[in-house]
C-alpha cells in the first residue's frame, strides 16, 4: 500500500471520529484555537482548516451555541454544546462504544484454535 494510499485510509476513519471528538470537548467552552490545543493535549492532531470548519457546520446544525465574548485584549467567539448537542452526543457516544465493543474481537490477531486431536 502507498503512503498516499493509507493517508487517504487514515482520512475517512478520523472523520467521523473528529466530531465526536469535537463535540465531547465541547462539554466545556472553548474558542477555535483552546479547542484546537485541548484536541491536541489529547492526542488528535487537526489543522485549522479542517477544525473551524466543522465548528461552524455543527453550529449551523444547532449542535453548538456560540457568544463573541473578550478575552486577553480581543474578542472571541466561544463555542460549548447545545443541548441538542448534548442529546446527540450522548448518543453518538453510545453508537461509538457498541462499535468499539464489535470491532475490538475482529482486529484482535486470530488465535490459535485447539484442532479436535489437541482438545
Known sequence: MTTAQLDKMRLELRRGVLVLAVLGS??????????RRHL???G???DEGTLYPLVRRLADQGLLESEWQQGEGRE?????LSEL??????????????????????????QAKPTEEQG
Open 85 to 110: 448537542g448534548a442529546e446527540l452526543l450522548q448518543q453518538l457516544t453510545q453508537e461509538w462504544s457498541t462499535l468499539n465493543n464489535a470491532l475490538l474481537p475482529l482486529l484482535q490477531p486470530e
Open 26 to 35: 465541547l462539554r466545556q467552552r472553548h474558542y477555535g484555537y483552546s479547542l
Open 44 to 46: 488528535i492532531d487537526i
Open 40 to 42: 491536541q493535549d489529547a
Open 76 to 80: 472571541r467567539r466561544y463555542y460549548q
